[in-house]
């Protein structure tokens, strides 16, 4: 079955913005810690954010403010919009979730569970 989906990556231009959407399985977006990732080609994924009960929010050191996780708990779907986006922004967007707390939340190895991934790409 299908745990976590992501959608709402495409083409922008750079100076614009996105948001994206995961819909996560109701048994696991009520007790897992949730987090988006991004990965370009020949390097490692990178935490972009992430968050816990709703309201402690995790961020990227490379995030300066132009990005927002935000939750729609009825609808079981985390959010990532990104704005004043940039070229460097282009890469597969990933969500992630996991039980464990131990760990860095930009820690890739410690989920459990992985989306598909959704593409961005960033002109400029």
């Known amino acids: 079955q299908v745990r976590l989906a992501e959608s709402g990556g495409g083409p922008v231009q750079a100076g614009g913005s996105l948001k994206l959407s995961c819909t996560v399985s109701p048994t696991i977006f009520s007790d897992h810690f949730m987090a988006w990732f991004r990965q370009v080609d020949g390097k490692e994924r990178e935490g972009v954010a992430g968050?816990?009960?709703?309201?402690?929010?995790f961020y990227g050191d490379f995030v300066e403010g132009r990005f927002t996780v935000l939750e729609d708990k009825a609808k079981t779907t985390l959010f990532l919009e990104i704005n004043n986006m940039k070229p460097e922004d282009t890469a597969m967007y990933y969500c992630?979730?996991?039980?464990?707390?131990?760990?860095?939340?930009?820690?890739?190895?410690?989920?459990?569970?992985w989306g598909q991934g959704t593409q961005v790409t960033v002109s400029s």
């Open positions: 968050m816990r009960a709703g309201c402690i929010k």
């Open positions: 992630a979730a996991r039980r464990t707390r131990d760990g860095r939340w930009d820690a890739a190895a410690t989920y459990d569970y």
